[in-house]
Protein backbone atom coordinates (compact mmCIF):
# COMPACT_ATOMS: atom_id res chain seq x y z
CA UNK A 1 0.00 0.00 0.00
CA UNK A 2 0.80 3.12 0.10
CA UNK A 3 2.35 5.77 3.26
CA UNK A 4 4.24 8.40 4.10
CA UNK A 5 6.97 8.61 7.73
CA UNK A 6 7.19 12.22 9.08
CA UNK A 7 9.70 12.73 11.77
CA UNK A 8 7.39 13.56 15.06
CA UNK A 9 7.11 16.74 16.42
CA UNK A 10 6.90 19.43 17.64
CA UNK A 11 9.82 20.56 16.14
CA UNK A 12 10.93 23.94 18.08
CA UNK A 13 13.29 26.63 16.60
CA UNK A 14 14.62 30.01 17.16
CA UNK A 15 13.63 32.54 14.28
CA UNK A 16 15.81 32.62 11.68
CA UNK A 17 17.62 28.58 12.69
CA UNK A 18 17.45 26.27 9.63
CA UNK A 19 14.47 24.11 9.18
CA UNK A 20 14.30 20.84 8.50
CA UNK A 21 11.45 18.48 8.33
CA UNK A 22 11.99 14.70 6.91
CA UNK A 23 9.28 13.11 4.91
CA UNK A 24 9.76 9.11 3.20
CA UNK A 25 6.96 7.64 1.51
CA UNK A 26 6.11 4.42 0.26
CA UNK A 27 3.80 3.91 -2.94
CA UNK A 28 2.59 1.53 -5.47
CA UNK A 29 3.21 3.43 -8.33
CA UNK A 30 4.82 6.40 -9.33
CA UNK A 31 2.94 9.33 -7.22
CA UNK A 32 3.04 13.09 -7.01
CA UNK A 33 4.55 14.59 -3.73
CA UNK A 34 3.44 17.14 -2.07
CA UNK A 35 3.47 19.50 1.41
CA UNK A 36 0.22 21.07 2.87
CA UNK A 37 0.54 23.35 5.82
CA UNK A 38 -2.18 24.19 8.69
CA UNK A 39 -1.92 27.70 10.02
CA UNK A 40 -3.74 27.85 13.51
CA UNK A 41 -7.32 27.84 13.18
CA UNK A 42 -7.32 27.60 8.98
CA UNK A 43 -7.23 24.57 6.57
CA UNK A 44 -4.98 22.61 5.10
CA UNK A 45 -2.98 24.55 1.99
CA UNK A 46 -0.61 23.23 -0.38
CA UNK A 47 2.94 24.68 0.55
CA UNK A 48 4.53 22.87 -2.90
CA UNK A 49 4.62 20.20 -4.48
CA UNK A 50 7.10 17.38 -7.64
CA UNK A 51 5.48 15.25 -9.65
CA UNK A 52 9.20 13.46 -10.72
CA UNK A 53 11.97 12.59 -9.38
CA UNK A 54 15.09 15.45 -9.11
CA UNK A 55 12.22 17.87 -9.35
CA UNK A 56 12.56 20.79 -6.23
CA UNK A 57 8.99 22.30 -5.66
CA UNK A 58 9.82 25.53 -3.84
CA UNK A 59 7.48 28.28 -1.95
CA UNK A 60 7.59 31.22 0.61
CA UNK A 61 11.18 30.36 0.54
CA UNK A 62 10.51 26.69 1.39
CA UNK A 63 11.86 23.69 -0.75
CA UNK A 64 11.67 19.94 -0.88
CA UNK A 65 13.44 17.87 -3.80
CA UNK A 66 11.83 14.58 -4.89
CA UNK A 67 14.59 11.63 -4.61
CA UNK A 68 13.16 8.52 -5.87
CA UNK A 69 16.31 6.48 -5.00
CA UNK A 70 15.64 7.39 -1.41
CA UNK A 71 12.11 7.45 -1.36
CA UNK A 72 12.64 10.92 0.20
CA UNK A 73 10.84 14.90 0.15
CA UNK A 74 12.15 16.54 3.06
CA UNK A 75 11.11 20.11 3.66
CA UNK A 76 13.64 22.46 3.80
CA UNK A 77 13.84 26.46 5.07
CA UNK A 78 16.95 28.02 5.20
CA UNK A 79 15.73 30.81 8.31
CA UNK A 80 12.57 30.44 9.70
CA UNK A 81 9.80 32.92 10.94
CA UNK A 82 7.51 33.18 13.92
CA UNK A 83 5.03 33.36 11.29
CA UNK A 84 5.58 29.54 10.06
CA UNK A 85 4.64 27.84 13.37
CA UNK A 86 2.18 25.64 11.79
CA UNK A 87 1.35 22.30 11.13
CA UNK A 88 3.39 20.36 8.15
CA UNK A 89 2.15 17.74 6.23
CA UNK A 90 3.48 15.54 3.72
CA UNK A 91 1.70 13.42 1.35
CA UNK A 92 1.51 11.60 -1.92
CA UNK A 93 -0.68 10.75 -4.76
CA UNK A 94 -0.83 7.54 -7.17
CA UNK A 95 -4.35 7.96 -8.35
CA UNK A 96 -4.64 8.35 -12.00
CA UNK A 97 -6.39 10.59 -12.89
CA UNK A 98 -7.79 12.41 -10.10
CA UNK A 99 -5.77 13.13 -6.56
CA UNK A 100 -6.71 10.44 -3.34
CA UNK A 101 -3.73 11.92 -0.78
CA UNK A 102 -2.22 9.88 1.47
CA UNK A 103 -1.18 11.80 4.39
CA UNK A 104 2.10 11.89 6.84
CA UNK A 105 0.95 12.59 10.70
CA UNK A 106 1.60 15.92 10.50
CA UNK A 107 4.91 17.86 12.18
CA UNK A 108 4.32 21.00 14.13
CA UNK A 109 6.60 23.66 13.81
CA UNK A 110 7.12 26.05 16.72
CA UNK A 111 9.38 29.18 16.02
CA UNK A 112 10.15 31.77 18.80
CA UNK A 113 11.20 35.28 18.41
CA UNK B 1 -17.72 31.73 -2.19
CA UNK B 2 -14.20 32.50 -1.64
CA UNK B 3 -13.58 29.46 0.13
CA UNK B 4 -14.46 25.85 0.96
CA UNK B 5 -17.12 25.99 3.78
CA UNK B 6 -17.93 23.26 5.81
CA UNK B 7 -20.99 23.62 8.39
CA UNK B 8 -21.23 22.73 11.26
CA UNK B 9 -17.97 23.98 12.59
CA UNK B 10 -18.46 21.78 15.84
CA UNK B 11 -21.42 18.90 16.22
CA UNK B 12 -21.75 16.97 19.50
CA UNK B 13 -24.04 13.86 19.24
CA UNK B 14 -24.68 11.20 21.13
CA UNK B 15 -23.87 7.61 20.34
CA UNK B 16 -26.36 5.80 18.11
CA UNK B 17 -27.64 9.38 16.89
CA UNK B 18 -27.76 10.12 13.14
CA UNK B 19 -25.53 13.47 12.06
CA UNK B 20 -25.36 15.10 8.67
CA UNK B 21 -22.09 17.23 7.86
CA UNK B 22 -22.12 20.13 4.68
CA UNK B 23 -19.53 21.31 2.35
CA UNK B 24 -19.85 24.24 0.18
CA UNK B 25 -16.96 24.42 -2.07
CA UNK B 26 -15.80 26.91 -3.86
CA UNK B 27 -17.86 27.90 -7.24
CA UNK B 28 -17.07 25.83 -10.19
CA UNK B 29 -14.39 23.61 -8.42
CA UNK B 30 -16.18 19.77 -10.31
CA UNK B 31 -13.57 17.70 -7.95
CA UNK B 32 -14.84 17.10 -4.57
CA UNK B 33 -13.36 15.03 -1.65
CA UNK B 34 -13.80 14.37 2.36
CA UNK B 35 -11.43 12.97 4.22
CA UNK B 36 -11.32 12.27 8.09
CA UNK B 37 -8.43 13.46 10.48
CA UNK B 38 -8.32 11.67 14.23
CA UNK B 39 -6.35 13.12 16.65
CA UNK B 40 -2.73 13.06 16.17
CA UNK B 41 -2.92 11.69 12.57
CA UNK B 42 -2.88 12.79 8.72
CA UNK B 43 -6.24 13.28 6.79
CA UNK B 44 -7.55 9.76 5.57
CA UNK B 45 -9.41 9.98 1.96
CA UNK B 46 -12.77 9.14 2.50
CA UNK B 47 -14.59 9.46 -0.80
CA UNK B 48 -14.39 11.58 -3.99
CA UNK B 49 -17.35 13.25 -6.20
CA UNK B 50 -16.50 14.34 -9.76
CA UNK B 51 -19.77 15.91 -10.43
CA UNK B 52 -22.52 14.49 -8.89
CA UNK B 53 -21.28 11.08 -8.75
CA UNK B 54 -18.95 9.62 -6.37
CA UNK B 55 -15.82 8.04 -8.70
CA UNK B 56 -14.54 6.74 -5.24
CA UNK B 57 -15.83 5.95 -1.80
CA UNK B 58 -13.71 3.24 -1.35
CA UNK B 59 -12.03 4.99 1.88
CA UNK B 60 -15.33 4.81 3.64
CA UNK B 61 -14.97 2.75 6.30
CA UNK B 62 -18.47 0.96 6.87
CA UNK B 63 -22.22 1.55 5.36
CA UNK B 64 -23.04 3.76 8.23
CA UNK B 65 -21.34 6.43 6.06
CA UNK B 66 -22.58 7.95 3.28
CA UNK B 67 -22.26 10.97 1.45
CA UNK B 68 -24.22 12.72 -1.50
CA UNK B 69 -23.70 15.65 -3.96
CA UNK B 70 -27.39 15.86 -5.83
CA UNK B 71 -26.36 19.12 -7.68
CA UNK B 72 -22.58 18.70 -8.16
CA UNK B 73 -22.22 21.79 -5.73
CA UNK B 74 -22.98 21.30 -2.26
CA UNK B 75 -22.46 17.93 -0.61
CA UNK B 76 -23.25 15.85 2.42
CA UNK B 77 -21.33 13.45 4.65
CA UNK B 78 -24.23 11.14 6.38
CA UNK B 79 -23.51 9.15 9.60
CA UNK B 80 -25.68 6.86 10.92
CA UNK B 81 -25.99 4.90 14.57
CA UNK B 82 -22.83 7.18 15.09
CA UNK B 83 -20.05 5.71 17.31
CA UNK B 84 -17.91 7.14 19.72
CA UNK B 85 -14.84 6.13 17.31
CA UNK B 86 -16.41 8.05 14.62
CA UNK B 87 -15.37 11.41 16.95
CA UNK B 88 -12.54 13.31 14.63
CA UNK B 89 -12.35 16.31 12.30
CA UNK B 90 -14.25 15.57 8.69
CA UNK B 91 -12.49 18.02 5.99
CA UNK B 92 -13.86 18.48 2.65
CA UNK B 93 -11.56 19.80 -0.21
CA UNK B 94 -12.46 21.11 -3.50
CA UNK B 95 -10.13 21.01 -7.07
CA UNK B 96 -10.97 22.92 -10.21
CA UNK B 97 -10.89 19.48 -12.03
CA UNK B 98 -10.21 15.52 -11.87
CA UNK B 99 -7.24 16.36 -12.92
CA UNK B 100 -5.84 18.85 -10.78
CA UNK B 101 -3.27 18.13 -7.98
CA UNK B 102 -4.42 21.76 -6.10
CA UNK B 103 -6.86 20.80 -3.44
CA UNK B 104 -8.63 23.61 -1.19
CA UNK B 105 -9.70 22.33 2.27
CA UNK B 106 -12.05 23.48 4.59
CA UNK B 107 -11.33 24.03 8.02
CA UNK B 108 -13.51 21.03 9.13
CA UNK B 109 -16.03 19.87 10.96
CA UNK B 110 -15.60 18.59 14.96
CA UNK B 111 -17.80 16.01 15.55
CA UNK B 112 -17.52 14.22 18.89
CA UNK B 113 -19.87 11.39 20.07
CA UNK B 114 -20.44 10.75 23.52
Known amino acids: GNSVTQMEGPVTLSEEAFLTINCTYTATGYPSLFWYVQYPGEGLQLLLKATKADDKGSNKGFEATYRKETTSFHLEKGSVQVSDSAVYFCALSVSSGYSTLTFGKGTMLLVSP | GAGVSQTPSNKVTEKGKYVELRCDPISGHTALYWYRQSLGQGPEFLIY????????DSGLPNDRFFAVRPEGSVSTLKIQRTERGDSAVYLC????????????FGSGTQLSVL
Open chain 2, 49 to 56: FQGTGAAD
Open chain 2, 93 to 104: ASSEGATNEKLF
